[in-house]
Nanobody
């Protein structure tokens, strides 16, 4: 089992940047695929990005491709989401999630979730 804690959220102006962190505790973090999802008020939780346990495979939603970068440091049990050129529509609670297996865009494939961190982008 793995426990996840997100941090790094906050308020930023459009065009700005934030880096989110997902710190994990528990055994064998390095074998877990990690995904980032987000949920805006009144909307369903949606896929943002995912990274394989080696870090060699990444996928992004089209809405963030070219602006967001997911990475991981298994020695630190941490996954990062670098967010650049932020837009007001990126405003949401951002969650990281873990699963044992291949990368996936489907939230139901992830067994473990953090409590989320708020990102607010002002126009």
């Amino acid at each position: 089992q793995v426990q996840l804690v997100e941090s790094g959220g906050g308020l930023v102006q459009a065009g700005g940047s934030l880096r989110l962190s997902c710190a994990a505790s528990g055994q064998f973090f390095s074998i877990y695929t990690i995904g980032w999802f987000r949920q805006a008020p009144g909307k369903e939780r949606e896929f943002v990005a995912t990274i394989s346990w080696t870090g060699g495979i990444t996928y992004y939603d089209e809405s963030v491709k070219g602006r967001f970068t997911i990475s991981r440091d298994n020695a630190k049990n941490t996954v990062y989401l670098q967010m650049n050129s932020l837009k007001p529509e990126d405003t949401a609670v951002y969650y990281c999630a873990a699963r044992r297996g291949q990368t996936s865009r489907a939230r139901n494939d992830y067994a473990y979730w953090g409590q989320g961190t708020q990102v607010t982008v002002s126009s």
